[in-house]
């Protein structure tokens, strides 16, 4: 490896930096090192977007980034590392190429792949730092314990509506994710952001606190967020502190570890085997099925378990009992009738016709992959969101 | 004392952001949230009654399972927040 004396900054550099220069916390010394400093982006996301964008105008030397997403229209209102001409393209690319516009020094390392246990400790390998952009739980499990196991610090950020958290994780003596969280919840019980929604500004609040955390962990400067969680509450604009410890019973970082190399994330995340909305599970509907049978005239009661606000965006005429409000509602449907039950993206209703069911409707149908589906391959005249 | 709720679970305590609850100890602080708002139960607390994996308790600042976890006693001007873990994008 180069040393810190070989990463000479030419006169553009110094011009480029001058205002990092100048403070004595970087200075000449810091700036070689983010020059020097390797760092893994996971995802090109939300979080990723602001964070990539300002450890590149930095002067990161290296930027890896980890994705294998295309740009979507509903990403623009976040992922600002994306244009409108980027839609349909790689994110990957799209980044890079921002990346790039901003500063060209900056290395980009682009690996387009979902990041797996095979993949994880290879590609981390080649990092000093890796900045956590992900959007599952599986993933982050994997990135704390390939982390954790590879020494390297884990940068943490997530978020959710209005509300974000941010830490440095695996750093030396301390804590790490699953000190802070042993176990995920279960597939279904937390909603996503697809499904809940995100306040756009937010994921650029968090990703700039993550980019802050790296540049100071390749700065040897300052306090890093370790062993503290910080809360972000934009709506309240409150920014909170808890203490985090590292857990003695840690499995992968505690005093007696189980886990010394990567495991099944999917499956301890209890995703594997279990079929995604979209596929469908007995007695779903297909939006292809539920046309025909409309178009048919046959007796269908279409109940929507959406929010009222979601039903403004776009609907399909049917009864709107929100999710939350059908144990109190369930009187207004009749158990005689056939009904199909959807909502966003086939999660939601999956919930609604196993509560049904439980409760006396026997002829009662999930629209599989939800009004989205409907959207995309019967009607494309409903806005999709 | 106060109780902090997550945006996750404000859907099931009322689209309230805080709650006010009379007690002397976590655990009855907890059982007083409960006691209004029951839907909260199936996602803090597992079918054998414990606190889940994934939703922590903080005593203003401190993790309740380094101090006396549901028996740590608390004040009137305590805040307990409740924090479970969020992913982002997919779930």
């Known amino acids: 490896m180069a040393s810190l004396a070989d990463q000479a900054l030419n006169n553009d550099e110094i011009l480029r930096y001058s205002r990092h220069l100048i403070m004595p916390e970087v200075g000449m010394d810091g700036q070689r090192k983010l020059k020097q400093a390797r760092v893994l982006c996971v995802g090109a996301g939300g979080l990723g977007s602001p964070l990539a964008l300002y450890l590149a105008a930095a002067g990161v030397g290296t930027l890896g980034i980890v994705d294998f997403d295309v740009v979507d229209f509903s990403n623009l209102q976040r992922q600002i590392i994306h244009s409108t001409a980027d839609v349909g393209r790689k994110k990957l690319d799209s980044a890079a190429e921002t990346i790039t516009g901003i500063n060209p020094n900056v290395n980009v390392c682009k690996f387009e792949t979902r990041l797996t246990s095979d993949n994880a400790m290879e590609i981390f390998r080649d990092f000093d730092l890796v900045v956590d952009g992900t959007d599952n739980f599986a993933t982050r499990y994997l990135v704390n314990d390939a982390c954790v196991l590879s020494g390297k610090p884990n940068v943490y950020g997530s978020i959710f509506r209005f509300e974000g958290q941010a830490s440095v994780f695996g750093a030396k003596d301390g804590p790490c994710y699953r000190c802070l969280y042993p176990e995920p919840p279960p597939p279904g019980l937390v909603p996503s952001c697809a499904e809940g929604g995100v306040l756009g500004i937010l994921p650029g609040l968090v990703g700039v606190i993550q980019a802050t955390e790296a540049i100071k962990l390749i700065l040897g400067t300052g306090e890093p967020l370790i062993g503290r969680l910080l809360l972000v509450d934009a709506l309240a604009m409150r920014f909170r502190e808890l203490k985090l410890r590292k857990n003695p019973d840690c499995p992968v970082c505690g005093n007696h570890r189980t886990i010394s190399k990567l495991i099944d994330y999917e499956q301890f995340c209890g995703i594997s085997g279990q079929e995604k909305p979209a596929n469908g599970r007995s007695g779903d509907m297909t939006p292809e099925e539920l046309k025909q049978r409309l178009d048919a005239g046959d007796d269908l009661f279409v109940l929507d378990v959406r929010d009222p606000h979601e039903y403004q965006i776009c609907n399909l005429g049917g009864h709107l009992i929100p999710l939350k409000d059908l144990p109190q509602r369930v009187s207004e449907l009749d158990p005689s009738r056939e009904i199909v039950v959807h909502c966003k993206m086939g999660g939601r209703s999956a919930k609604a016709v196993d509560f049904l069911k439980q409760n006396g409707f026997s002829n009662v149908h999930n629209l599989a992959g939800g009004i989205q589906a409907w959207a995309e391959r019967v009607d494309p005249k409903v806005p999709k969101y | ?91």
């Not at chain 2, 006010?20 to 597992?46: C, D, F, I, M, W």
């Not at chain 2, 006693?73 to 992913?87: E, M």
Request: avoid cysteine; glycine fraction near 8%; aromatic fraction near 6%.
């Open chain 2, 1 to 91: 004392m106060k109780i902090l709720i997550p945006t996750p679970l404000q859907s099931y305590a009322g689209g309230q952001s805080a709650v006010e609850v009379p007690a002397s100890t976590v655990g009855e602080a907890v059982q007083a949230l409960l006691s209004s708002h029951p839907e909260l139960r199936k996602h803090l607390y597992n079918e054998q009654g414990r606190l889940r994996a994934f939703v922590n308790l903080y005593l203003n600042e401190d993790d309740v399972r380094y101090l006396q976890h549901e028996q740590t006693p608390v004040a009137d001007g305590d805040t307990l927040s409740i924090v479970p873990s969020i992913a982002g994008g997919r779930s």
